[in-house]
């Protein structure tokens, strides 16, 4: 009895200030339900495309000698370590979303990381080399934190040894990198002029850092803290964005590759599968700032 009143203290200060952010999950809970089966068969279709999309790279990026688009040459060395780590993730993805589809969804954040960063690098003006100063970037600030470290333990006599000299320090360290516009975030607002699209890759990372997705995976708790259902593999709630963004990230990738291939003999192939399931092969289409784009690029499965 008591615990029932406390309840309806507090029901009337819960019902005066709702959270919108719980209204609005509410929302997209219900709706969700109104529409199980369509999405349901949405979600079937784009795990059957992607498995289309990785079935095809296995089968065509056998081929040798390879040819590669001359002028594409220098973007082929970066593109195409992006689009097939991106491609090898969606596979392993496809083998573990049913049995394993927390795991599933970490490769799936990165397959869709590489797989915009491999469009980015296609269709950005020296996209190739302003990724590689980001990456020069993360070494450059790894190095330095080490240097850092190491020069602090001049001041400890059993570990002096250990420590750098300016000279040394400089030659750990290096120069700093020139900038670089590349990040996830903004590869999404440039290929949409909605904050929905780097949603899906938010939403994805919660598989990569301690979250409540990860945690609601694994563990069900009733209202009252009492432990529920648990789930060794997490699958008590699997990441409703995984259907979709492994058939854009191996839809992606794939595309760009067949670009990069000389003659691009099969693009037409990997966008009519876009086209035919209603998703996005190319991201010219929704490029917010097609004036980054390379001169003379054009769409070449036409």
Known sequence: MPERSAVRNIEPAMDDDPDPRMQLLETLRQRSEENAAELSAFNAGCLRMARQCVDLWHQLWRETPLAVDSALEVK????????????NHVDAALGLHVERPWVAASSTRVAFEHAIAAQWVLLTV?????????MKRQQ?????????ALGR???????SGLALNESQRQSLVGDPPDSSGWSVANAC??????????????????????????????LAVTPAGVQGNISAAGALH?????????????????????????????????AHIGHEASLPTDLRASDQHPERQ???????DD
């Open 238 to 270: 699997p990441s409703g964005e995984v259907p979709q963004a492994l058939a854009l990230s191996a839809l992606w990738s794939l595309y760009v590759l067949e670009q990069l291939r000389q003659g691009q003999p099969y693009a037409a192939t990997v």
């Open 153 to 159: 333990l001049a001041s400890d006599p059993g570990a």
């Open 189 to 218: 607002s440039r290929f949409s002029d909605t904050k929905l699209f780097y949603d899906i890759y938010r939403n994805l990372s919660q598989a990569e850092h301690p979250s409540p997705g990860l945690i609601a995976s694994h």
């Open 140 to 148: 450059y600030v790894r190095a330095k934190e080490i240097a850092d």
């Open 294 to 300: 390379p001169e003379g690029l054009r769409h070449r």
């Open 126 to 134: 020296d996209g190739e080399r302003e990724l590689v100063n980001w």
């Open 76 to 87: 082929f060395r970066i593109c195409f370590p992006l689009a097939a780590h991106a491609l």
